[in-house]
């Protein structure tokens, strides 16, 4: 009956999502009185997630799984939840969970809530507070199916110890040809680059910055601060940027600490995308663009000017707080 | 090949989100309604399919009668027929057993659906129907090449994207980067002339399960004023940060 989560690594390093998967687990626990068991692929430091409430650990050791493959991770996890008589799921909002939970749903006739944005509501019945309308609205959705999947949104619900000693066993799942009738040819990952996904601080650019060329010191603020580089609609429709960058609406949601929107105006889509992250910065010379009603600070301003300016202050900050 | 794109009938994207009924329904009053974006690129890379290898395309939405203005467009686009399922698409698990019957019937070897739609954002409807059907399924693609049976997809990952090879029948979730924003094509007066004369066929829905109910909306709390710094004193912005947001 315990409370079952996905845990994410690469190359064998748990992903912080993962931290805050099996905090949000702990929390459901507790509400259910069970406890924490999490399925873990080849990751090396099984036993740190006691640190965050997980008891349990089924520790999957299989090189056909060295790659992600949603199809082959559902089966495992459908195997797991079967083993454990788990009636509750918890996994992240990245693209793989994303990708392999409306499979799992499907293998266990459950009931899948994602963009899930803080702990139950109720468990009786079972009720979970997400996001809608692409962040511009939250729903109360009740899960009545039997088996329960939740995806916790980003930064929702935070990173909480709750220090126990996790139960490492080995799990051996059965999986056939079957399972791996889509193949990963070739994974293409940007090294050395915060992704959206993942980054506390985001640093965006809009039209206002003139020209992809003029992206330079947009990089230079996000390297200083740690942060991913994303960028509006029409700045990615324009091919100035990739599309990966893209935030918004259509695009990626954000739901960073800290989003920094630099010659953006703030159209409603691109308010939408960026709504669940925390502070908002904009930079804008224009006093009428919309972001400044959607921001917590702001400075009107040349973006050529302010953002030099900005990047020196912080290297200034940095070097007195290092 | 034949081809079946999954649509659904959503507000524009510049809409205001306004909840009523008591915050039980989503206000359609004096709201837009359009192609799914994420479905309208996966549309579009359909006519690919139907110009460059002679595919046939179907487009099929779950929704009532006041969805037909959603899924003309999509036959004036070019789609050859469309059909639409009777039921109010109320739960993501509900729509994916609706779409295995029409493909089934159908004997689709490709569909097509967006990753999530924009309203309810649940994301589940491609991934779900796949495996009721034990049909392929990639996610959140952005690129797609057919080859007989064989099919190339690229899906976006956190942080880069990944190639992978499957084979049909096959199911996608889609979203931009499938085709470009500027390969989205506007019907034309031929095509919307086209599109009255072709099949819109209306089917009833089957029992279905729906494991979730969306009780009650809300909308973000309302947003205090923007805290502004002169542009002359980009140091105060580094100190607010710091000692108030607390989030450098």
Redesign the interface.
């Known amino acids: 009956m315990s409370v079952l989560v996905y845990t994410e690594s690469l190359k064998g390093k748990f992903k912080k999502n993962t931290f805050e998967v099996a905090s949000y687990a702990h929390k459901v626990a507790q509400n259910l009185g069970t406890t924490v068991t999490a399925v873990s692929f080849n990751a090396e430091d099984d036993a740190s997630l006691g640190t965050y409430g997980v008891s349990k650990v089924l520790k999957v050791s299989d090189d056909s799984l060295a790659t992600?493959n949603?199809?082959a991770y559902a089966s495992v996890l459908e195997q797991a939840a079967k083993a454990e008589d788990a009636k509750v799921i918890i996994l992240s909002s990245?693209?793989?969970s994303?990708?392999?939970?409306?499979?799992l749903?499907?293998?266990l006739?459950?009931?899948?809530?994602?963009?899930v944005v803080a702990a139950p509501e109720s468990t009786s019945p079972f009720?979970v507070k997400r996001?809608?309308?692409?962040?511009?609205?939250?729903?109360?959705?009740?899960?009545?199916?039997d088996i329960k999947i939740i995806g916790v949104s980003n930064n929702a619900f935070g990173v909480v110890e709750n220090n126990v000693s996790a139960a490492v066993e080995d799990f051996s799942p059965s999986l056939g040809d079957d399972a791996f009738?889509?193949?990963?040819?070739?994974?293409?990952?940007?090294a050395g680059?915060v992704?959206?996904?993942?980054a506390?601080?985001v640093v965006s650019g809009g039209r206002g910055l003139k020209g992809p060329e003029n992206w330079g010191m947009i990089e230079e603020l996000a390297d200083v601060?740690g942060a991913a580089t994303a960028c509006s609609k029409p700045v990615s429709?324009m091919g100035w940027r990739p599309?990966?960058e893209?935030v918004g609406?259509?695009?990626k949601p954000v739901a960073s600490?800290?989003y920094i929107a630099i010659g953006i105006s703030g159209?409603?889509?691109h308010l939408a995308g960026i709504?669940a992250s925390?502070?908002k910065?904009?930079i804008n010379n224009d006093p009428e663009a919309p972001f400044?009603?959607?921001?917590?600070?702001?400075?009107?301003?040349?973006a050529f000017?302010?953002v030099p300016?900005?990047i020196e202050?912080?290297k200034e900050?940095k070097a007195q707080?290092a | 090949m034949k081809i079946l794109v999954c649509i659904s009938n959503v507000?524009d994207?510049?809409s205001?989100?306004n909840?009523t009924e008591g915050d039980t329904q989503?206000d359609t009053n004096g709201v837009q309604f359009v192609i799914n974006?994420?479905d309208e690129f996966g549309l579009t890379r359909a006519m690919w399919f139907k110009e460059k290898q002679g595919a046939t395309v179907h487009v099929v939405t779950v929704g009532g009668q006041q969805t037909e203005p959603t899924i003309r467009k999509a036959l004036a686009i070019g789609a050859d027929e469309a059909i639409r399922v009777n039921a109010e698409p109320t739960d993501?698990?509900f729509v994916?057993q609706q779409l295995a019957e029409v493909v089934k019937s159908g004997d689709y070897d490709l569909v097509i659906a967006g990753?999530e739609s924009?309203?309810?954002?649940?994301?589940?409807?491609?991934?779900?129907l796949?495996?009721?059907l034990d049909m392929?399924?990639?996610?959140?693609c952005?690129g797609l090449e057919i080859d007989g049976d064989t099919a190339?997809a690229v899906?976006?990952?956190?942080?880069?994207?990944?190639?992978?090879?499957?084979?049909l029948p096959l199911v996608i979730g889609g979203?931009?980067?499938l085709v470009?924003?500027?390969d989205l094509r506007i019907p034309n007066m031929r095509g919307i002339m086209m599109a009255r004369k072709k099949a819109l066929n209306v089917v009833e829905p089957v029992d279905a399960?729906?494991?979730?109910?969306?009780?009650?909306?809300?909308?973000?709390a309302a947003?205090?004023p923007?805290?502004?710094?002169?542009?002359g004193n980009?140091?105060e912005?580094?100190e607010?940060?710091?000692n108030e947001?607390k989030?450098?």
């Open positions: 992600f949603a199809k990245s693209a793989d994303k990708f392999l939970a409306p499979i749903t499907a293998k006739a459950a009931g899948y809530v994602p963009n009720v996001t809608a309308f692409s962040n511009k609205g939250f729903a109360m959705t009740e899960i009545s199916a009738t889509t193949k990963s040819v070739e994974v293409d990952r940007v680059k992704t959206i996904a993942d506390d601080i601060l429709d599309h990966s893209h609406q259509t695009g600490n800290l159209a409603i889509q709504n925390k502070v910065v904009v400044f009603k959607a921001a917590d600070y702001g400075i009107v301003g040349d000017e302010v300016e900005l202050k912080l900050f707080n | 507000p994207t510049t205001k989100i909840f989503f974006p994420n993501g698990f994916a990753r924009i309203d309810y954002n649940g994301g589940m409807v491609p991934g779900i796949a495996t009721l392929n399924f990639v996610n959140t952005i190339t899906r976006e990952i956190d942080g880069g994207k990944e190639t992978i090879s499957t084979s979203q931009k980067g470009e924003e500027s399960v729906q494991p979730t109910q969306d009780q009650k909306f809300e909308k973000p947003k205090g923007v805290k502004l710094v002169d542009a980009v140091g912005l580094v607010l940060l710091h947001a989030v450098i």
